[in-house]
């Protein structure tokens, strides 16, 4: 889907995402022109079919991860079915996580934990953050669409 | 009020990033299949008929023959051929290539949703709150696509694709796998099942999916004493319904109490001996692998693939 601002005549970008937490996505556009926004608002069906075929409105900035959509979407996974390692030497450079910042990383059940990990040191070296924080994971989990993980 | 606006594909100077990210779930796919020679979807008309056995069987006797062989289970709410082959799955790694299938015993690769639930637990999915229904369907649309993709299947002779009963998956697998070398349909004696099958048969020839064969399972018992082979039924109806659709019967299997056995305890590995006395239940299994592996490579001769990259 796309959004024009009809007085311009310009397709709007897409701004900003938020994910509340009950299934429903709420997508904001701006007209680059006149800074005009407009927010798209998805029910949980819309989201959860968007979802499916694999992709995140707004774009995505990291990769996806590999059975993502499994590992995020089943119920009843087995906590030793993966096996994550860490690369010995990670593309650009170690993300440091606070321990906070691995407290709450070890509240994600383990299914997933080695997914999730990755998916926000990618978030983190992509925009040169150093140290991983609640606030990062935060920010990351509204910037990439990780409802539920 | 008529407003002039433009419309979606006049519109095309900031991302378009959704149908990007839709072609590009289908370039994994086949990027990931590009080093795979042929693709085999095994599917059945209706449960019951002995689907995953046969599937578990065909994978392990190519893996036997030498063919660098994977298994996808593709039936993902009641997956049973890693456990006919003797894996339980013991922490898939996630390497650098993607999730590193399991491996049997006889090296066949395999990957399935009995690997990574709990056991014994069914497959459902994250529902969204207030939602009185959830997209299972696509749900799963999406973790087949994964398998297909995200698993480092490295370079393959063959892989095995076991089909949930029932038509449909066929229609969404062909989409992600346009180039499917082969589909054969597994069928057992008595009308329902000549019913389904034969339903099976339309659906695929109105997909245009090239359809290797009939395989008739439990077409027969063996005798536990004599080992003498004899039919439940007066037969005859996977012959007819090859004819009617224009299609080979691959080969018939029997019941065997030791076969049962071994897929219980996951040795059916053990069925797939080079040799085996004519008419055994080994030599026919045996049989059914060649005639099967020949059928593909017809198949692929008639329908090589296109230079779209897989
Ligand atoms: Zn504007």
């Known amino acids: 889907m796309k959004f024009l601002c009809v007085p311009c005549d310009r397709q709007m970008t897409f701004e900003e995402r938020q994910t509340p937490g009950d299934g429903t996505l709420a997508a904001v556009f701006r007209c680059p022109k006149c800074e005009r926004m407009t927010a798209m608002l998805a029910n949980p069906m819309e989201t959860q079919l968007v979802s499916s075929l694999g992709v995140k409105v707004g774009g995505r900035t990291v990769p996806q991860a590999e059975f993502e959509g499994i590992r995020g979407g089943v119920t009843a996974g087995r906590d030793d079915a993966f096996e994550d390692r860490e690369p010995a030497t990670p593309p650009a450079g170690p993300v440091r996580w606070s321990p906070e910042a691995v407290e709450r990383l070890g509240l994600v059940p383990s299914f997933v934990r080695g997914m999730v990990k990755k998916i926000y040191n990618d978030y983190a070296r992509e925009r040169g953050i150093a140290r991983m924080t609640p606030a990062v994971m935060d920010q990351a989990r509204s910037d990439l669409g990780l409802e539920g993980m | ?310």
């Open chain 2, 1 to 310: 009020m008529n407003l002039k606006i433009r419309t979606y594909n006049q519109v095309a100077e900031a991302e378009s990033n959704l149908p990007d990210q839709v072609a590009e779930a289908a370039r994994r796919v086949a990027v990931r299949l590009h080093t795979v020679q042929m693709t085999l979807a095994v599917m059945s008309g209706k449960g019951g008929v002995g689907k995953s056995m046969v599937s578990a069987l065909l994978a392990a006797s190519f893996a036997r023959r030498g063919m660098k062989t994977g298994l996808l289970d593709a039936d993902l709410n009641g997956p049973s051929t890693a456990h006919l082959l003797g894996v339980d799955g013991d922490g898939l790694a996630v390497g650098p290539e993607g999730i590193e299938p399991a491996r049997s015993s006889g090296d066949v690769r395999i990957m399935s949703m009995s690997l990574i639930l709990d056991q014994d637990a069914a497959l459902s999915w994250r529902e969204p709150r207030d939602s009185g229904y959830i997209w299972r369907g696509a749900q799963e649309r999406r973790a087949l696509r994964e398998f297909l993709a995200d698993t480092a299947w490295g370079r393959l002779d063959i892989m095995v694709i076991d089909l949930p009963p029932g038509g449909p998956r066929l229609a969404d697998l062909h989409a992600m796998v346009p180039d499917l070398t082969g589909v054969v349909v597994v069928t057992a004696p008595g009308r329902s099942a000549r019913d389904a099958v034969a339903r099976s048969l339309d659906l695929a020839r109105a997909r245009s999916a090239p359809v290797a064969g009939l395989i008739e399972n439990m077409s027969g018992v063996v005798c536990s004493e004599c080992g003498e082979i004899t039919r439940v039924h007066e037969g005859g109806e996977a012959d007819a319904l090859a004819a009617r659709f224009g299609v080979p019967v691959l080969g018939a299997l029997p019941l065997d109490s030791g076969l049962a056995a071994a897929a219980d305890g996951g040795r059916v590995e053990d069925w797939t001996d080079r040799k085996g006395a004519a008419g055994s239940v080994r030599d026919l299994v045996r049989q059914l692998a060649l005639r099967t592996e020949e059928e593909l490579q017809r198949l692929r001769l008639e329908h090589p693939r296109g230079g779209s990259g897989g």
